[in-house]
């Protein structure tokens, strides 16, 4: 089909009738047509274009190259778009610029050669542009924008931080220099793989992901990925993380929990378990690698396993620290089959890749084995109570206030706040290490080898590592008196009887609270009191739970506190526990000043 000529109505017609503006122009550069899109634009009515050169509507500061720039463009004549790969600007009758595209098109006429140049103004794209570009400037992480051949066309302040490059040594080179070097040979297929299916998601799902940085040196990072569908292309935009702290917090946590005594299991939501540590697999007798991304129901004998995946459930509806079947005596599995007797803690952990719970597992086979060795040999005149004290303790805890509590149930009625305290009796964790030394130290005779200590710096510093072990009890700590004051004891055995007593207060505060402890001395005694702002329990109600080892004034039940007072005695010492309600309870230790 031969080209319209100039002078066709129906060419005219086409051109007046297109959307942006038309500008016909001859070989020497003499504007011959205009649309009313092209008054619009420039602002000039059309009788002050036609006949005009077309250098009026160029900038001075590009004036004098456009000519030359026409000229090669009628010497190698086709279509194409003007000033590729540079910004173009129009120039308005009022002396404004405005940004536009440019498309070139050769006409072949009885009268020569034209060009018909089609303007579009692209000021509103501009613009999206640049709020693009600073919102782009402004995020707060690293973003960088690279193009379907792996270059980088945009990038922010962020990411000359954390690449330590300046900008103009990213822009327009190849991603892969961020790239380390074990990696970087992978990379542009992964990238290929990105285009051939675009859409929104983290890069590298389930992989370690680093950055090399200008220094040679290597960062931990997280990148997502955003596809961008462009006039000029497609693109994607990379947003990167540097998760160093991120990485170095779990590792530290991960040390913490391979150095932990006891094992330790992470499982996820799904129960899966996600982490294990050595003493896990000295206790299970399973190796990590067998342990990872199993479910942990591979550990729970076969007749509690059908309903374990519930209680699971109900613990992540409701995570909370606490220890796990508290009202039951629990078992777990090794490889080879043998079942052991274990305590379990649980608590929560929230992360950005969901919800875990901690596991530490405690194995009571040592714990049952010494029980049995005390019940058998009846060492001491007190095993007696001690085996009663162990079956109400540890062997069944519930057992021993099951019948109390089913009195008091017909005596207390709705509202009653002791039936908090029945619940708080119930929800009592078996402290299984200070029980089991409590039973190595009550097995044995106790024969104090004193020292001098400093009293109030003692106690202050068991304090401290009770107040760490248990952080989650929000325990707080107030101390009165005792400076300077020194007393002859056994460090150990001392410790044993503070850790146990301030454990108690803790306890008896429901996990959040302030324990005062005063120190005094008179003519013949030291004194040590040790008061907790609990609910405090009535005597005639201590009676009614733990007849015979409770009298109205004092307390002298439960292993702890039998220890106690054997180690307070061997000292020449008393001990004397009382409780109100509502007021708390307080503990007095009495030791003799020489």
């Known amino acids: 089909m031969s080209p319209q000529e100039p002078g066709d109505e129906l060419f005219r017609l086409a051109v007046e009738s297109a959307p942006n503006a038309m500008i016909l122009v001859d070989a020497g550069g003499k504007i011959v047509l205009v649309n009313a899109q092209t008054e619009k634009l420039f602002g000039y009515p059309r009788a002050e274009l036609l006949g005009q050169s077309i250098e009026k509507l160029v900038p001075n500061r590009f004036r004098g190259a456009h000519p030359g720039h026409r000229a090669a463009f ?33 006409l072949k006429t009885a009268e020569g050669s034209f060009v018909l140049a089609a303007v579009v103004d692209i000021t509103e794209r501009k613009r999206a542009e640049e709020r693009f570009r600073m919102v782009v400037e402004s995020a707060p992480s690293a973003m960088i924008m690279v193009d379907d051949r792996g270059r980088m066309v945009l990038v922010n302040a962020q990411a000359e931080k954390l690449f330590g490059y300046p900008r103009q040594e990213l822009l327009g080179h190849s991603i892969e220099i961020l790239v380390p070097d074990r990696y970087r040979g992978s990379h542009p297929q992964f990238r290929a793989g990105f285009f051939a299916d675009p859409h929104a998601r983290s890069m590298g799902a389930g992989r370690d992901l680093f950055g090399l940085r200008k220094d040679g040196s290597e960062v931990s990072v997280e990148i997502g990925l955003n596809p961008l569908k462009t006039t ?226 003692f106690v202050e510093r068991i304090a401290r590592l009770v107040g760490e072990q248990e952080a989650h009890r929000r325990i707080k700590f107030a101390f009165q008196g005792g400076a300077g004051l020194t007393l002859e004891a056994d460090p150990p055995l001392l410790e044993q009887v503070l850790w146990n007593l301030f454990l108690n207060s803790a306890e008896a505060m429901k996990g959040a609270g302030e324990i005062h402890v005063s120190i005094q001395a008179n003519a013949a005694n030291v004194e040590l009191a040790i008061t907790d702002t609990g609910a405090g329990i009535a005597p005639e109600l201590l009676q009614k739970l733990f007849r015979p080892f409770v009298t109205t004034k004092t307390m002298g039940t439960g292993l702890g506190l039998s220890l106690c007072r054997k180690i307070v005695e061997a000292h020449r010492g008393t001990i004397e526990i009382t409780s109100k309600p509502d007021q708390g309870a307080t503990v007095t230790l009495s030791f003799p000043k020489h």
Do not use: C, W
Not at 257 to 281: C, F, Q, R, T, Y
Not at 409 to 438: C, F, S
């Open 74 to 106: 009628f010497q190698d004549p086709q279509a194409r778009s003007m000033g590729a790969g540079r910004d173009l600007f129009g120039l308005r009758k009022d002396g404004s610029e405005v940004p536009v595209e440019i498309g070139l098109n050769p």
């Open 232 to 457: 000029e292309g497609a693109f994607v935009l990379a947003a990167v993380v540097d998760i160093t702290e991120r990485k170095r917090a779990e590792e530290r946590f991960r040390l913490a929990v391979e150095s932990a005594p006891n094992a330790m299991l992470m499982v996820d939501d799904k129960g899966k378990i996600v982490l294990a540590n050595a003493a896990s697999e000295r206790l299970f007798g399973y190796s990590k690698q067998e342990l990872l991304n199993q479910s942990i129901e591979m550990l729970v004998p076969g007749r509690f396993r059908g309903p374990h995946p519930q209680h699971r459930a109900d613990f992540h509806a409701a995570p909370r620290p606490r220890p796990m079947g508290a009202d039951r005596e629990l078992y777990a599995v090794k490889k080879d089959g043998t079942e052991v007797p274990v305590e379990i803690g649980l608590n929560p952990i929230k992360t950005t890749e969901g919800a875990f719970v901690l596991a530490a597992v405690v194995d009571l086979t040592a714990f049952k084995a010494m029980q049995a060795e005390i019940v058998r040999t009846q060492r001491l005149a007190a095993l007696g109570e001690m085996a009663a004290t162990v079956a109400h303790e540890v062997k069944n805890p519930l057992a021993a206030i099951s019948g109390p509590l089913q009195v008091l149930a017909d005596d207390l009625k709705a509202g009653d706040p002791h039936k908090e305290l029945m619940r708080e009796i119930l929800g009592q964790v078996k402290r299984l290490d200070n029980t089991v030394r409590g039973l190595l130290a009550f097995s044995k005779p106790t024969t104090p080898r004193k020292q001098t200590i400093a009293l109030r710096e």
